[in-house]
């Protein structure tokens, strides 16, 4: 996978975590809202650890 296409995944990866954070901050549901910012945080969580990888940097930042 190029360089160009890993970034325009993370970014894609990105958008939708902030998609699903407001979507879970109009929602209602307490449910539906720990669903939603629980998927949000793991597709956050995962973009920065691939962005980590592509840069060299696999170790966490602490």
């Known amino acids: 996978m190029s360089g160009d296409e890993t970034r325009g995944r993370l970014q894609q990866m ?17 449910d539906k809202r720990e669903r ?6 793991k597709l956050q969580s995962r973009s920065e650890q691939e962005s980590g990888m592509g840069s060299g940097d696999i170790h966490p930042s602490l």
Request: net charge neutral; glycine share 0%.
């Open 36 to 41: 939603l910012k629980a998927k949000a945080q």
């Open 14 to 30: 990105r958008e939708k975590a902030q998609q699903l954070e407001e979507e879970a901050q109009r929602t209602n549901d307490p």
